[in-house]
């Protein structure tokens, strides 16, 4: 309702129902980085830092944490006149549509517009709904939204796709992947590979390269394993050990201290996850993903990649470690490596402001590209 009439104008209404959901929860930092932004973006920006102040003041005190890089980052903004923020209504997601892929129907949705079309690939689990119903991940997608015309879709198995009995390839994905384009006979387009979406990405710049004019890989890797080849891979031992963690866990918010760290200790965000994991998967589609990753090698790959590559790691990331992206980042031609700084896995957590900065800088040189040819 505060994001409503806040894209309404109608700030007097958008600051008082903030407030409300402020008195619910005292400590929900996302709330006062609304009352900040309304503040400002109403002319009141003495008022914006005081709100500042209330929630640094009340996260010390009750939490002993400070608060988060973006809400630091708006302060900033803010003392340095840099606004109005851009304040994004919380829009309604589009409909889902699905198409048949090998006999499986594969759920996806489009939104957005501009120049090129960008395709989320999603990592371990997804699903399509819960994009838009955490206000961090819905402003992101519509961040990625305002950069071109997005396609998110859920791999076969999980989400909103048909449950399969076998465990999906990235193969199955660059697969299911073209279906959906030739369905809304998009000929070509760029490609986001998150975390386990990296794989299949790299699969179809690969395979179809008349297709794919760009790639962007986030938090991603080309093997799982350690190998002789690749030290930094995980022991098999290790790595079958966290995916029993993850499996003993699920139902709560499992190894959320290792996918978002900056989250691990708030209970609406907690809640949240575990919500989103139980929607996704059971936990035997997770461990079917997870089994199919650890026999995913697609460095032969790399070297057959001929489109612009942009690939993005946190230098701290705590499910990826960066040594992935940098090996990526060396094993493709003339791919540009960017290291950003934080420990969160998830793209939309933390700073995402440096992540979606080196994003439409990217995006805007192939649209420029593009018109020039």
């Not at 003339?334 to 950003?340: D, I, K």
């Amino acid at each position: 309702m505060a994001h409503a009439a806040a894209a309404a104008d109608d700030y007097e209404a958008a600051i008082a129902q903030a407030n409300r959901r402020l008195s619910l929860d005292s400590l929900h930092e996302p709330t006062y980085q609304l009352l900040m932004r309304l503040h400002a973006e109403s002319g009141q920006p003495a008022a914006a830092l005081r709100r500042y102040e209330e929630c640094r003041e009340i996260l010390m005190r009750e939490l002993g944490v400070r608060p988060q890089a973006s809400t630091e980052n708006i302060r900033q903004a803010i003392a340095h006149g840099d606004f109005p923020l851009a304040i994004v209504p919380m829009s309604a997601p589009t409909p889902v549509r699905y198409v048949v892929s090998d006999g499986v129907h594969v759920a996806y949705r489009l939104h957005g517009a501009g120049p090129l079309t960008l395709v989320a690939l999603p990592g371990f689990v997804s699903h399509l709904d819960f994009y838009w119903d955490q206000p961090e991940l819905a402003s992101f997608m519509q961040a990625l939204g305002r950069m071109a015309r997005v396609v998110c879709f859920d791999k076969r198995g999980v989400g909103l796709s048909d449950r399969v009995d076998y465990a999906a390839t990235p193969q199955h994905t660059a697969v299911d992947l073209l279906t959906i384009l030739d369905a809304e006979s998009i000929e070509e387009a760029v490609l986001l590979g998150v975390s386990e979406g990296g794989p299949a990405a790299l699969a179809l710049a690969a395979s179809s390269p008349a297709r794919v004019t760009g790639l962007v890989l986030y938090g991603t890797l080309a093997r799982a394993l350690r190998a002789d080849d690749y030290p930094w891979g995980y022991p098999q031992e290790s790595y079958d050990a966290h995916v029993d963690a993850l499996i003993d866990d699920w139902g709560g918010p499992a190894c959320i201290e290792r996918f978002a760290p900056g989250w691990a200790h708030d209970v609406e965000r907690r809640a949240w996850w575990a919500r989103a994991l139980r929607l996704a998967a059971s936990p035997a589609t997770v461990r079917q993903v997870f089994e199919a990753l650890k026999t995913i090698d697609v460095r032969p790959l790399l070297v057959e990649i001929d489109c612009p590559t942009l690939v993005l790691h946190r230098r701290d990331d705590k499910a990826v470690p960066v040594e992935h992206g940098r090996f990526l980042a060396s094993a493709i031609p003339n791919a540009q490596w960017v290291e950003l700084p934080g420990d969160d896995h998830w793209w939309w957590v933390g700073d995402t402001s440096a992540l979606l900065h080196h994003l439409d800088v990217f995006l805007g040189t192939l649209a420029g590209t593009r018109r020039n040819t």
